[in-house]
Nanobody, 121 residues
Framework: QVQLVESGGGLVQAGDSLRLSCAASGRTVSLYTMGWFRQAPGKEREFVAVVNLNTGSTNYADFVKGRFTISRDNAANTVHLQMNSLNPEDTAVYYC??????????????WGPGTQVTVSS
């Protein structure tokens, strides 16, 4: 089992920055893929960014390219999401997820409880 805990959310103004963190515990996740997703009120959960902890490769949703950066700290079993130039449309609960390298079907194996990000105009 892997436990994920997000932190770093909060209330900011448009144009501000936030850095979210996701700490993994319970099992070494150095070979896992870690992703960030978000869900705004009344909307479906959507993909934000992902990083392969083994290779370091990353991928982003088009709407965050150039503004958000995902990074890894394998020694600390932690993944960060640096969010710059935030706008009210970024308001959502942000979730961290982990995918085992041995998972054969689409999706993620573990999810954190989420952290609220609210951007005021």
């Amino acid at each position: 089992q892997v436990q994920l805990v997000e932190s770093g959310g909060g209330l900011v103004q448009a144009g501000d920055s936030l850095r979210l963190s996701c700490a993994a515990s319970g099992r070494t996740v150095s070979l896992y893929t870690m992703g960030w997703f978000r869900q705004a009120p009344g909307k479906e959960r959507e993909f934000v960014a992902v990083v392969n902890l083994n290779t370091g490769s990353t991928n982003y949703a088009d709407f965050v390219k150039g503004r958000f950066t995902i990074s890894r700290d394998n020694a600390a079993n932690t993944v960060h999401l640096q969010m710059n130039s935030l706008n009210p449309e970024d308001t959502a609960v942000y979730y961290c997820a982990a995918r085992s390298p041995y998972r054969m079907r689409p999706g993620y194996d573990y999810w954190g409880p989420g952290t609220q990000v609210t951007v005021s105009s």
